[in-house]
T-cell receptor, first 113, second 114 residues
């Protein structure tokens, strides 16, 4: 069984501030981890993913995430928030042997001018 | 490039009515999925099809049926709609049966059951 917990359903930052969105997972096998972004009234698009190899993963729009096995975490960061980053972000996990992509509850990011 | 196309975008049903949500992808993907999105619950898998001719239940299959019509199309049917099925439905696809590659999502169908 696998699960994802995203701490904080809403996060608010000022423009130019650090963005940190938290994701913790549980998986009985080595996980593959994803971050997706959803803009209003749209589908989800992939920001970045971790499968194997380097634990620091860079994605689109200046986002990155670090896989920390010891902490079972995959937090998403961006050094400087932009107004266009306002959206809902979803962390997801799957395993090499599974077909289910399990999502966290989502974090809505608000960026204040 | 169309990607994943869902129809309709919006639908209002009365309790007990039936309807089919359509999904088509033009990326030659093997696997297709139906999720529902509810506030605070993320996306939950309803059914998936790892390849043409196969379908499997996901986390919340009750009240739904699916058909993998061909490699391109994967439909979701509500036989007797209930208010608890009010949700936003997303279809997704990816290239491998093992979902460790990027999944592409449709724009969603917003369904209200009254």
């Amino acid at each position: 069984a696998q699960s994802v917990t995203q701490l904080g359903s809403h996060v608010s930052v000022s423009e130019g501030a650090l963005v940190l969105l938290r994701c913790n997972y549980s998986s009985s096998v080595p996980p593959y981890l994803f971050w997706y972004v959803q803009y209003p009234n749209q589908g989800l698009q992939l920001l970045l993913k971790y499968t194997t190899g380097a634990t620091l993963v860079k994605g689109i729009n200046g986002f990155e995430a670090e896989f920390k096995k010891s902490e079972t975490s995959f937090h998403l960061t961006k050094p400087s928030a932009h107004m266009s980053d306002a959206a809902e972000y979803f962390c997801a996990v799957t395993s090499n042997a599974g077909n289910m992509l399990t999502f966290g509850g989502g974090t809505r990011l608000m960026v204040k001018p | 490039n169309a990607g994943v196309t869902q129809t309709p975008k919006f639908q209002v049903l009365k309790t007990g009515q039936s309807m089919t949500l359509q999904c088509a992808q033009d990326m030659n993907h093997n696997s297709m999925y139906w999720y529902r999105q509810d506030p605070g619950m993320g996306l939950r898998l309803i059914y998936y099809s790892a390849s043409e001719g196969t379908t499997d239940k996901g986390e919340v299959p009750n009240g739904y049926n699916v058909s993998r019509l061909n490699k391109r199309e994967f439909s979701l049917r509500l036989e007797s709609a209930a208010p608890s099925q009010t949700s936003v439905y997303f279809c997704a696809s990816n290239g491998l049966a093992i979902m460790n590659t990027e999944a592409f999502f449709g724009q969603g169908t917003r369904l209200t059951v009254v």
